[in-house]
C-alpha cells in the first residue's frame, strides 16, 4: 500500500478495546479538523470533523477531542473492531479549503 | 452515486516522459483538489479548482506539472517531463460546498 517507505507510528490494540490516536497541529490559525481514515489501496474516507469552537464531538463509535491551548486533536474508537485496521490520519483547514495532513497512525487490530 | 474516480490505478513511467493522470469528480461538486503523497512524507495539497478556475495552486511543486479543468467537471494533472522524485501517489477530491472533502482511490506513479 502507500505506506511502503513511510515508517509510520503503530498502534496496536486488542479486539473490544479503545482506541485512542493523537495528532498534534502546526497551526494556531486553524479552524476546522478532520480525522480520516485510510485502508490499503482507497483513498482517504472522512470519519469524523471538529471546529476550533469546540473542544469535543461524538460520532457512531468514535469522539474528537481538541486541545487548542496544546494544539492537539485525538480521535477515540470505541470497542474496535478488525475493520477499524488502517492508517488514520488527522487534517487542518486554515482558510481556503486547502487541507494540511499530519502523518499519519496505523492502527492495528489484534483478534 | 457514484464516488470519486481517477484514472489510472497505476502507472510506471521512465524519467523524462510525460504522465496525464485523470480525476472525475462526484457529480455536481465545483470545488475539486489535487493532493499527493511522495515517499516516505505526508499527503500534501497541490492545488484547488472551483468550477473551472484555479482557486489556489501554492502546493504544485515546479512548472512540469500542468492542471486543467475544462468545462468545469473532471480534471487532469499532467507531469512533463516525470523525474524520479515525482513517484508517490497523487490523490484527488471533490466537495460541493467546500466542506468535507471526498476523495478518490489515488493514482500511484513511479517514474524510473
Known amino acids: 500500500g502507500e505506506s511502503v517507505g513511510l515508517h509510520l507510528p503503530t498502534l496496536s490494540v486488542q479486539e473490544g478495546d479503545n482506541s485512542i490516536i493523537n495528532c498534534a497541529y502546526s497551526n494556531s490559525a486553524s479552524d476546522y479538523f478532520i480525522w480520516y481514515k485510510q485502508e490499503s489501496g482507497k483513498g482517504p474516507q472522512f470519519i469524523i470533523d471538529?471546529?476550533?469552537?469546540?473542544d469535543k464531538r461524538q460520532g457512531q463509535r468514535v469522539t474528537v477531542l481538541l486541545n487548542k491551548t496544546v494544539k492537539h486533536l485525538s480521535l477515540q474508537i470505541a470497542a474496535t473492531q478488525p475493520g477499524d485496521s488502517a492508517v488514520y490520519f488527522c487534517a487542518e483547514e486554515g482558510g481556503g479549503n486547502k487541507l494540511t495532513f499530519g502523518t499519519g497512525t496505523q492502527l492495528k487490530v489484534e483478534l | 452515486e457514484a464516488g470519486v474516480t481517477q484514472f489510472p490505478s497505476h502507472s510506471v513511467i521512465e524519467k523524462g516522459q510525460t504522465v496525464t493522470l485523470r480525476c472525475d469528480p462526484i457529480?455536481?461538486?465545483?470545488?475539486l483538489y489535487w493532493y499527493r503523497r511522495v515517499m516516505g512524507k505526508e499527503i500534501k495539497f497541490l492545488l484547488h479548482?472551483?468550477?473551472?478556475?484555479?482557486?489556489?495552486e501554492s502546493g504544485m511543486p515546479n512548472n512540469r506539472f500542468l492542471a486543467e479543468r475544462t468545462g468545469g467537471t473532471y480534471s487532469t494533472l499532467k507531469v512533463q517531463p516525470a523525474e524520479l522524485e515525482d513517484s508517490g501517489v497523487y490523490f484527488c477530491?471533490?466537495?460541493?460546498?467546500?466542506?468535507?472533502?471526498?476523495f478518490g482511490p489515488g493514482t500511484r506513479l513511479t517514474v524510473l
Open positions: 471538529i471546529r476550533s469552537n469546540m
Open positions: 477530491a471533490s466537495s460541493q460546498d467546500g466542506n468535507e472533502q471526498f
Open positions: 457529480s455536481g461538486h465545483d470545488n
Open positions: 479548482f472551483v468550477k473551472e478556475s484555479k482557486q489556489d
